[in-house]
C-alpha cells in the first residue's frame, strides 16, 4: 500500500509566467510559443549568473511555467527583481522584434514562501499565491493597456521585505498595488510593475543556445532552439 511521506516546509522564492492569450492559438502555434518560453527563461537565468544548482526542475504549466529558487546567498530576492525580470522583458522584446506572427508577450509574478513536494510536483498556499497573482485579472489587465513584453506581479509580502526598502536597481515607486486576491478568506494584495525598457547590455547565450532535451521540439538536432 502506498504511504504518505511526511510533508516537511522548503523555502523557495516561486516564479510563475504565462504566455498572454495562447488559448487563441493553434496546437502548432502553442508548441512554437512553449519551446521559446524556456528558451528564453534559461537564457535569462543564465544571464543573471543563476545556476541550475541555485532552483528546483521547472514545473509545466500548459502555456505556462514555475520555478522554485532556492533560498541561496548567491540568488537574493533583489537579483530576480533587478536582473533576471528585467532581463527576460528584454529578450522577449529582442525575440517579438524578429518573431513575426510568433510574438507572444508574459505575465511573471513573483512570490516567496513555504513550499512542499510529493512524487507528483510542488505544491501548498505559498504556490497557489503565486499562480493566483500570475492568473489575477488585474495583471491581464494590466498587460492589455501596455505595449510592454512582460508585466510582473509581486505578493505583498515580497513587497513589504524587498521592494520598499528601496535596494539598487528596484524602483519602489514603480510598482502599483493593484491585485486584489482572495485565499481562503484571506483578503491579499499584489503589486503591479511594469519592467523599463530594454537593459544596455545583456550577456546571455544565443538564441541557438542548448535547452533541456525536454523542452526541445521533435526533430530538432542536439536540442538546439530552431
Given at each position: 500500500?502506498?504511504?504518505?511521506?511526511p510533508?516537511?516546509?522548503l523555502?523557495?522564492?516561486?516564479v510563475?509566467?504565462?504566455?498572454?492569450?495562447?488559448?487563441?492559438?493553434?496546437?502548432?502555434a502553442?508548441?512554437?510559443?512553449?519551446?521559446?518560453m524556456?528558451?528564453?527563461l534559461y537564457?535569462?537565468?543564465?544571464a543573471?549568473?543563476?545556476?541550475?544548482?541555485?532552483?528546483?526542475?521547472?514545473?509545466?504549466?500548459?502555456?505556462?511555467?514555475?520555478l522554485?529558487?532556492h533560498?541561496?546567498?548567491?540568488?537574493?530576492?533583489?537579483?530576480l527583481?533587478?536582473?533576471?525580470?528585467?532581463?527576460?522583458?528584454?529578450?522577449?522584446?529582442e525575440?517579438n522584434?524578429?518573431?513575426g506572427?510568433?510574438?507572444?508577450?508574459?505575465?511573471a509574478?513573483?512570490h516567496?514562501?513555504?513550499i512542499?513536494y510529493?512524487?507528483?510536483?510542488p505544491?501548498?498556499?505559498d504556490?497557489?499565491i503565486?499562480?493566483?497573482?500570475v492568473d489575477a485579472?488585474?495583471?491581464?489587465?494590466?498587460?492589455?493597456?501596455?505595449?510592454?513584453?512582460?508585466v510582473l506581479?509581486?505578493?505583498?509580502?515580497l513587497y513589504?521585505?524587498?521592494?520598499?526598502?528601496?535596494?539598487?536597481g528596484?524602483?519602489?515607486?514603480?510598482?502599483?498595488?493593484?491585485?486584489r486576491?482572495?485565499?481562503?478568506?484571506?483578503?491579499?494584495?499584489?503589486?503591479?510593475?511594469v519592467?523599463?525598457?530594454?537593459p544596455?547590455v545583456?550577456?546571455?547565450?544565443p538564441?541557438?543556445?542548448?535547452?533541456p532535451?525536454?523542452y526541445?521540439?521533435?526533430?530538432v538536432?542536439?536540442?538546439r532552439?530552431?
Open positions: 500500500m502506498f504511504a504518505l511521506q510533508v516537511q516546509p523555502h523557495r522564492t516561486v510563475a509566467v504565462d504566455i498572454e492569450g495562447s488559448t487563441k492559438r493553434t496546437n502548432t502553442r508548441a512554437r510559443l512553449r519551446h521559446a524556456y528558451g528564453l537564457r535569462a537565468l543564465e543573471s549568473g543563476i545556476a541550475a544548482r541555485h532552483y528546483d526542475p521547472m514545473v509545466d504549466r500548459g502555456d505556462g511555467a514555475l522554485p529558487i533560498p541561496a546567498d548567491q540568488v537574493p530576492k533583489t537579483l527583481l533587478a536582473r533576471f525580470i528585467p532581463v527576460l522583458s528584454a529578450l522577449l522584446t525575440h522584434s524578429q518573431a506572427e510568433h510574438w507572444f508577450r508574459l505575465r509574478a513573483l516567496a514562501g513555504e512542499h510529493d512524487d507528483r510536483g505544491f501548498g498556499e504556490i497557489d503565486a499562480c493566483r497573482l485579472p488585474e495583471l491581464k489587465d494590466r498587460l492589455r493597456g501596455t505595449t510592454a513584453a512582460l506581479a509581486v505578493s505583498d509580502d513589504h521585505s524587498v521592494i520598499r526598502h528601496g535596494y539598487d528596484i524602483d519602489e515607486a514603480a510598482f502599483q498595488p493593484l491585485v486576491l482572495d485565499m481562503g478568506g484571506q483578503r491579499l494584495r499584489g503589486w503591479v510593475y519592467p523599463a525598457d530594454v544596455p545583456i550577456d546571455v547565450a538564441d541557438n543556445a542548448a535547452i532535451a525536454q526541445a521540439p521533435p526533430g538536432d542536439d536540442h532552439m530552431p
